[in-house]
Nanobody, 126 residues
Framework: VQLQAYGGGLVQSGGSLRLSCVVSGITSNRYSIGWFRQAPGQEREAVGYTYIGGGTTWYVDSVKGRFTISRDKNIVFLQMNSLKPEDTAVYYC??????????????????????WGQGTQVTVSS
């Protein structure tokens, strides 16, 4: 299984970016994708989750209404609108070996994911 995240860049506050996560090596038509981010000097945190083939999508409160996860074939997108300086971070996509859906209380836990992309830098200037 391989994940490749790209699409980051420098954007002004209030702007938009769309990140892409190219997924390869997964044979099931149902799988989880989590989006995480890590700001300098901080721990990696969850941003959003989608269950491919099952229609479940969750977001952390800080990005609800601004970020949207979607999918086109084997690419999972993270559309980020109304970006703020505090959204500055390296963004990662991740998936897990198990094809089972994560539950609401566990999707944000990094330990539930087995494969990670390389990360893409998002910088939001004020």
């Amino acid at each position: 299984v391989q994940l490749q995240a790209y699409g980051g860049g420098l954007v002004q506050s209030g702007g938009s970016l769309r990140l892409s996560c190219v997924v390869s090596g997964i044979t099931s038509n149902r799988y989880s994708i989590g989006w995480f981010r890590q700001a300098p000097g901080q721990e990696r945190e969850a941003v959003g989750y989608t269950y491919i083939g099952g229609g479940t999508t969750w977001y952390v409160d800080s990005v609800k209404g601004r970020f949207t996860i979607s999918r086109d074939k084997n690419i999972v997108f993270l559309q980020m609108n109304s970006l703020k300086p505090e959204d500055t971070a390296v963004y990662y996509c991740a998936t897990r070996r198990s094809p089972n859906r994560l539950i609401a209380s566990s999707w944000h836990q990094m330990t539930n994911y087995d494969y990670w992309g390389q990360g893409t830098q998002v910088t939001v200037s004020s």
